[in-house]
């Protein structure tokens, strides 16, 4: 299995000039060296990052990890630097944003899961957060930022198994340069593929795009007391 970070974005709504990934943490580590060290302490030791804005700033500071470069980032969302890493991939993966904070065990949590899965958090539904909701069998039926009878919201932390791959692979080609990933898991969910929703507690992840979520991170980081 392998796992990919999407850090390829601007992320200028922290209003810094670093790329979102390099920003700081409470614990003195960066969202992405937070990431990378979770993650391998998860059972993921192989680690391909997508990176785009500044990415010397990057690939300098974690000269161990694969890189894919998405020149078109400015133009491009997160599904086209998605289907370029997956180039590289035919086996299990596991992938996320670049700005998401996570304890461990969510890791664990969605990886028990063997099929198609995302990670969800239902306690609560932000109005810019991409939402989800649930068909009659319990697995998700719409994810997007607008969706009848919303659930909660997605995490960013999602799995697809080999056997998915080809689908998933398919359905970001459809996708437009704007899209996010999700439209593709959503057209997969259309062509009939079971999609998971693994809860993920309020306390075990937080996605930063703001300072006060930088905020609530740093908060978390100091609870969870891993460093």
């Not at 700005?99 to 990670?119: E, G, N, Q, W, Y």
């Not at 993920?200 to 969870?224: H, M, S, T």
Request: glycine share 6%; proline share 4%.
């Amino acid at each position: 299995m392998k796992a990919i970070i999407l850090a390829a974005g601007v992320g200028s709504r922290l209003g810094n000039s670093l790329p979102k990934p390099l920003t700081e943490l409470i614990s003195g580590e960066s969202i992405l060296e937070w990431q990378i060290k979770m993650l391998k302490s998860s059972s993921c030791p192989q680690i391909i990052v997508v990176v785009g804005f500044k990415k010397e700033l990057i690939m300098e500071k974690f000269p161990d990890v694969l890189y894919v470069y998405n020149p078109d980032y400015l133009k491009e969302n997160t599904s086209k630097s998605l289907l370029r890493a997956l180039s590289l991939i035919d086996e299990d993966v596991l992938w996320l944003n670049g700005d998401v904070v996570f304890h461990p065990k969510t890791i664990k949590s969605i990886l028990s899961s063997k099929r198609a899965a995302m990670l969800v958090n239902s306690s609560k539904v932000g109005e810019e957060e991409v939402k989800y909701n649930l068909n009659s069998s319990g697995f998700i039926k719409e994810i997007a930022k607008t969706v009848s009878d919303p659930r909660g919201e997605a995490v960013g932390i999602n799995f697809f198994p080999k056997e998915s791959l080809g689908m998933l692979r398919d359905n970001l080609r459809s996708c437009k340069r704007e899209d996010y990933f999700e439209y593709a898991i959503q057209l997969c969910i259309h062509q009939g593929l079971d999609v998971e929703a693994v809860e993920c507690a309020e306390g075990d992840c937080v996605e930063i795009d703001f300072p006060e979520d930088l905020q609530r991170a740093n908060d978390l980081v100091k609870q969870w007391d891993l460093t």
